[in-house]
Each structure stands twice: as C-alpha cells, then as structure tokens.
C-alpha cells in the first residue's frame, strides 16, 4: 500500500512502499510540484529504483529553475540506500 498526501505547508507526505506500481500515482504529485518543498518520509518502509528516479527528476527539474527537494525523516534503511547511490549528494537531507 501507498499513500502521498500534500499538506498547507506544501510538505509531500510518503507512506508504505513507493515501488514502479505506484510511481504513476506519486509521479501526478511530483508533477505538481513548482518549487522546493520538503518530502517527509516517516513512514515510508521502502523505495525502489523506480521511486527514486522520480525523485531524481523532480530535483533535477526543480534545480534547474533554482529550487530543490529537502528530505526529511529518512529511516536508517533508506538513509543507506541514499548514501550508496551518491544521493546523498544531490539532495538536501535533513
């Protein structure tokens, strides 16, 4: 199961597992997404290659008109999984 809510704030809300049979639904969000925000990710359990090429691109796309993504409540797994992609250097990780 999925879940991506966006509150007042404009904070992108993640939750369950974001594999390739939900980027479609994460990606109607993203798409949305002008300028930086804050994508919280307690309680996300899981990310695929998929999720974070989605990831990727939004930042990309919103780095290039001067914004970006700041990720926050990364668990110790995903944290990981960021650090061994090098993600770590392309987005801000709080």
């Known amino acids: ?10 904070t ?16 109607a969000v993203f798409n949305q997404v002008t300028e930086s925000c804050k994508i919280d990710f307690a309680k996300l359990s899981y990310i695929s290659s998929a999720g974070l090429g989605l990831l ?3 930042q990309k796309r ?15 797994h995903i944290r990981e999984l960021f650090q061994i992609a090098g993600f770590d250097n392309i987005f801000d990780i709080d």
Do not use: C, K, W, Y
């Open 56 to 58: 990727f691109g939004t």
């Open 12 to 27: 992108i809300s993640l939750q369950g597992r974001l594999d390739a049979s939900q980027v479609d639904t994460a990606r």
């Open 62 to 76: 919103l780095v290039d008109s001067g914004g970006g993504l700041t990720l926050v409540n990364l668990n110790p």
């Open 1 to 10: 199961m999925f879940e991506i809510t966006r509150d007042e704030n404009g």
